[in-house]
């Protein structure tokens, strides 16, 4: 594959993360209608959203078909835009009544469900078949990957900012249809020549603690979102354009940090052990960082409150201060599961079903994070006490990608040191300060 090819292909994929991301904030619009309340909604929406991207990336990464993957994948874009473009009818079809809770929670599961594992099939099947000669597997993989997030950051603002402002539900729906409809027929036209397709015996063992850290990756990255949305909420009130402005950069970083840094393939598990280990150390400064958040963003308000026409300068100020405060924290964890993906590439030569299988778990991991850090555990701690959990999520993580590392009871001391690691930095943890609750209250009642 030339190089022009493989720039026409990311810019595809590109297309395809974006579509898939005005989808689920349509359709979180929808369920909100139906549901009556945001936070209902919001946990219906991303339990249902992930639970089938999560399906999709298993399916269809163990799945060994004759057909050319890339036709596959196109027919799969194809199918997401037609739902797209039919969701308000069926919306309406099925909702039109009143009905029972179990009947709303199941058409809320077919409604959502069904495109959503179509979703998560469309990128094992790209990174199966599209082989490319211009840059190595994993390289290529964090390309597709990245190329394909940021798409989704840019539909996230496009929908906030834009989409669902100043258009209707169905328009809004009718866009992402074209542009997943585009990226289909593309996709399916592009399929030109055969590829190899592994055998249907193939075995293909994977190292579980890769995919264990994996999976915590995902908890620890999506509970940490859930928590970030809150505070920011509780530091700049109240306010629509906070949950798609902080959606919008964190997604943002987790796809720029794998395009950015091109030394993948060299990737060890003593470098996984050191990026979650740095990582943990961002996470902790930024923990520490957060009672400051009330004034500083009041700073930022104080300075365009007196103009009503100079909104869109005001959320570029303080969506770029947001990003300052993620950029370490949020882009290093990023770099977590590309390198995953590089260890497993041994494992298993086949490139889609160890992404999907991968994914897959980051994916359940992301899906536990979502629910039990952004609700459930929350009617037991406070958000400080939800991040403190994260942060020791996150020990564990480091844990385990040292004993991939240094292997307990073979390598001398590694046993030592694991437990030593894991006591300290649980310690400093569970030892950080609450937040203090005053300064969050007057900044509420200031908005």
Not at 46 to 69: E, M, Q, S, W
Not at 256 to 273: E, G, M, Q
Request: positive net charge; glycine residues 10%; aromatic residues 12%.
């Amino acid at each position: 594959m030339r190089k022009t090819e493989t720039s026409l292909i990311l810019a595809l994929v590109f297309l395809s993360g974006m579509a898939g991301l005005i989808n689920e904030v349509v359709w979180h619009r929808y369920l909100m209608i139906l549901l009556g309340g945001h936070a209902r909604a919001t946990f219906t929406i991303i339990a249902v959203f992930l639970g089938g991207l999560a399906a999709g990336y298993f399916l269809f990464g163990r799945l060994k078909t004759r057909v050319h993957p890339l036709r596959l994948c196109g027919l799969l874009e194809m199918g997401i835009g037609v739902w797209a473009l039919l969701f308000p009818s069926f919306f309406h079809l099925l909702f039109g009544r009143s009905a029972s809770l179990p009947i709303e929670i199941l058409a809320t599961l077919v409604l959502v469900g069904l495109p959503t594992i179509l979703m998560g099939g469309t990128l094992p099947l790209l990174v199966r078949g599209s082989p490319n000669k211009v840059y190595s597997p994993t390289r290529w993989m964090s390309l597709l990957y990245g190329v394909n997030t940021v798409g989704a950051a840019f539909g996230s603002l496009i929908a906030a900012y834009y989409l669902l402002p100043e258009t209707s539900l169905p328009l809004a729906s009718s866009f992402a249809a074209g542009l997943s409809i585009v990226a289909g027929l593309s996709f399916y036209f592009w399929s030109a020549h055969p590829v190899e397709v592994p055998s249907l015996h193939q075995k293909t063992p994977s190292n579980p603690g890769i995919l264990v850290v994996g999976a915590l990756s995902g908890f620890i990255l999506i509970a940490l979102e859930n928590i970030l949305i809150r505070l920011l909420g509780l530091s700049a009130g109240p306010s629509y354009y906070h949950f798609g402005l902080v959606v919008s950069i964190y997604v943002l970083l987790l796809g720029l940090a794998p395009i950015l840094v091109r030394r993948l393939d060299a990737y060890t598990p003593k470098h996984l052990f050191w990026t979650q280990a740095v990582s943990l150390v961002f996470l902790c400064l930024l923990y520490l960082s957060i009672p400051y958040w009330p004034y500083q963003v009041y700073r930022v308000r104080a300075l365009f409150q007196s103009d009503p026409h100079v909104f869109g300068v005001y959320q570029t100020f303080l969506g770029l201060w947001l990003l300052s405060l993620l950029a370490l924290p949020v882009g290093v964890s990023a770099l977590v599961l590309p390198g995953c993906y590089q260890l497993l590439e041994k494992d298993n030569p086949d490139a889609g079903s160890r992404l999907g299988k991968l994914f897959g778990w980051n994916t359940v991991g992301a899906l536990l994070g979502s629910v039990l850090g952004g609700y459930f555990l929350l009617d037991f701690m406070n958000l400080d006490g939800v991040f403190r959990v994260v942060l020791l999520v996150a020990v564990v993580s480091c844990v385990i990608g040292y004993c991939l590392w240094r292997p307990l009871f073979v390598i001398p001391r590694s046993f030592r040191n694991a437990i030593t690691f894991a006591i300290v930095m649980a310690a400093i943890c569970v030892s950080l300060p609450n937040f203090p609750k005053e300064r969050f209250i007057e900044s509420y009642r200031q908005e």
